[in-house]
């Protein structure tokens, strides 16, 4: 490949830097909430475009919004004053040829059957609504899913990486226990909006964690910070069973104040902020990766919600990385991973315009002994690029 550059970069790994700063969103934040139903939306599309026409047509659903409702929290039970509001834009195609697609029950649906799978205490049919926003995609946009070959619909570039960082395989697998069914049935009174940031000065770490209380659970003040002491014994305990780290701070709600009743408390009806404090957008969650790890380059598209066959705003986001954790695999002597593609617009996916990969190589490795193994790793996978398509269509690649 004559755009393929692979090259040694020469700077301190990250996890051997002094500083380092990871962040992950929940399954019940609302940024995570936007760019999971948009992605479930873009699959049900898909299967629905290939049901009636054998193809994809074109569809984009990365500018949806979560509008905050109102709540009323108490102890022993609130409620949801006003419901919130999940706004679903962008482009769909609604019609091919004489027929119609049914966009808007496609799009709500696939709403629904998320909130319900993912949030436990939200009751779908009064603490949401849904107001479908997507319109037809452009003339020039549109043709280029009835092109013999689907070329790229943007000109962008995307990169990715390898491998985690103990700080981020922390921060990423914390909040994952947080809201496993193995911790819900322990603390049934824990939402699922968890926001974790960790923090590493050398080699200690400060892990702050949000998750709100199920107000119908929790009887008083007292109670609340009784739970809450439970609740950072328990995160500690896994910490040290399953991480080398051995200095680590726990801050779980610092916004607490005792003496303040319910207004200094962090208490949810529904397991979400969305209901009464924070909004959600698209693309304001997780990389592609599933973190945000600022020590690292990142990506300016919103993988979550575009079309799987065209936008590489989707495809070469998390291509990157699949290619970076496969170089990292196969290829012996690295100690990181950084693989950035860029599209041109109408020119075919499996053709990039530039591939850049840069190593930071083990002592003692020099760039003549990986490169051929770097590239060949590359090659294969922009070569068998429809295969990882086929995974994005069917929603097979996990993200968010």
Avoid at 62 to 71: I, P, T, V
Avoid at 76 to 102: C, F, N, Q, S, W
Avoid at 134 to 150: D, H, N, P, V
Avoid at 378 to 392: K, P, R, T
Wanted: aromatic fraction near 8%; charged fraction near 30%; hydrophobic fraction near 40%.
């Amino acid at each position: 490949m004559q755009n393929l550059v692979v090259e040694e970069l020469r700077h301190v790994p990250v996890y051997q830097q002094r500083i380092e700063i990871v962040e992950r969103k929940g399954l019940g934040h609302p940024d995570t909430i936007c760019d999971n139903i948009a992605n479930e939306i873009s699959v049900l599309l898909c299967k629905e475009y290939i049901k009636k026409f054998g193809r994809i047509l074109h569809h984009n659903v990365d500018k949806s919004l979560l509008s905050a409702g109102e709540a009323e929290n108490k102890f022993g039970g609130g409620v949801v004053k006003k419901p919130m509001l999940l706004i679903i834009g962008d482009r769909a195609t609604r019609r091919y040829g004489r027929e119609e697609i049914p966009v808007d029950e496609i799009a709500i649906s696939a709403a629904k059957n998320w909130l319900k799978e993912h949030l436990r205490f939200l009751e779908i049919e009064k603490d949401i609504k849904f107001q479908v926003e997507l319109k037809e995609g452009s003339a020039a946009l549109t043709s280029i899913f009835k092109r013999e070959k689907i070329g790229a619909n943007d000109t962008s570039a995307a990169v990715g990486y390898a491998p985690y960082t103990p700080v981020e395989n922390i921060t990423y697998e914390t909040e994952r226990y947080l809201n496993s069914k193995e911790f819900k049935k322990e603390f049934p009174e824990t939402g699922e909006d968890v926001k974790i940031m960790v923090s590493r000065i050398d080699d200690m770490l400060d892990i702050t964690f949000a998750m709100p209380l199920i107000d119908r659970f929790i009887k008083s003040e007292d109670d609340y910070f009784r739970k809450k002491e439970e609740i950072v014994e328990r995160v500690k305990n896994f910490i040290l069973e399953n991480f080398d780290f051995k200095n680590f701070s726990i801050n779980y709600n610092t916004l607490d104040k005792r003496g303040y009743g319910v207004e200094g408390v962090y208490l949810t009806v529904t397991g979400t902020s969305a209901e009464s404090a924070d909004s959600g957008q698209v693309g304001r969650g997780n990389r592609a990766n599933g973190v945000i790890s600022l020590n690292r380059p990142a990506s300016e598209e919103a993988a979550a919600g575009k079309n799987p066959v065209a936008h590489v705003g989707k495809i070469y986001n998390l291509l990157s990385f699949r290619i970076a954790e496969k170089i990292y695999e196969e290829v012996s002597g690295l100690k990181e991973v950084y693989v950035w593609l860029l599209s041109q617009i109408g020119q075919p996916i499996d053709s990039p315009k530039l591939i850049s990969v840069q190593t930071v190589l083990e002592e003692g490795v020099k760039m003549k002994d990986v490169e051929n193994q770097i590239k060949n790793v590359v090659e294969a996978h922009v070569a068998n690029i429809n295969s990882f398509v086929d995974e994005l269509i069917k929603g097979k690649v996990n993200f968010c």
